[in-house]
């Protein structure tokens, strides 16, 4: 992605998010976990950049982080949880992401970010793809797949990207149509 569509994305994203949780309580009858679609402050997109690329994050993630941060959208489906840079820093210098799957697949992979049913979203460095990672042992850096523990979620990053935002979208309209029915309109 473009940083001018990564800018749009960013403001559809945060205006999305605020209006899901605004009509959240009224349609399920508990209140939302904390939604949050983040920039990265002004001047420190560089820097954040050159201390992934040293931790051998994948160049689409480069131009993400570059420019924007966490996402956090706890409510939406089973959740995704999109690391902020140093999350993502500290989470593969700690060892708790995988660079490298083997097993039903093999390939370099760059992790960023997890479900609510505690899978992960990695990006292939071969094909570019984002594979959703469910069921394997992570030995180090190394995550052994079984055979059904792995599937695309999109071709793409920015492929990604554009389905949280669709699903986002049809969640928002589903409360409003929710909303216009309790109120018999």
């Not at 820093?89 to 505690?118: E, H, K, M």
């Not at 990695?122 to 059904?148: D, K, M, N, R, W």
Request: glycine share 14%; charged share 15%; aromatic share 8%.
């Amino acid at each position: 992605m473009h940083l001018a569509d990564l800018r749009k994305w960013y403001e559809d994203m945060d205006l999305l998010a605020d209006e899901f949780v605004s009509g959240f309580e009224a349609v399920h009858g508990y209140p939302p976990g904390e939604h949050t679609v983040c920039r990265v402050p002004a001047g420190e997109g560089p820097g954040l950049v050159e201390a992934l690329a040293r931790q051998g994050v994948a160049g689409p993630l480069l131009e993400y982080y570059g420019h924007l941060g966490a996402v956090e959208l706890p409510d939406l489906g089973n959740g995704i949880w999109i690391d902020d840079a140093s999350s993502l820093i500290a989470q593969v210098a700690t060892g708790n992401y995988p660079n490298r799957l083997t097993g039903a697949i093999d390939d370099t992979v760059s992790v960023f970010a997890t479900d609510g049913g505690g899978g992960m979203y990695a990006l292939s460095h071969a094909s570019g793809c984002v594979y959703h990672l469910t069921a394997g042992s992570l030995t180090g850096s190394i995550f052994e797949l079984e055979e059904s523990g792995c599937s695309i979620a999109a071709e793409d990053l920015g492929s990604l990207l554009g389905q949280l935002h669709a699903s986002l979208t049809v969640a928002v309209d589903a409360q409003h149509a929710a909303l216009r029915a309790a109120h018999g309109r």
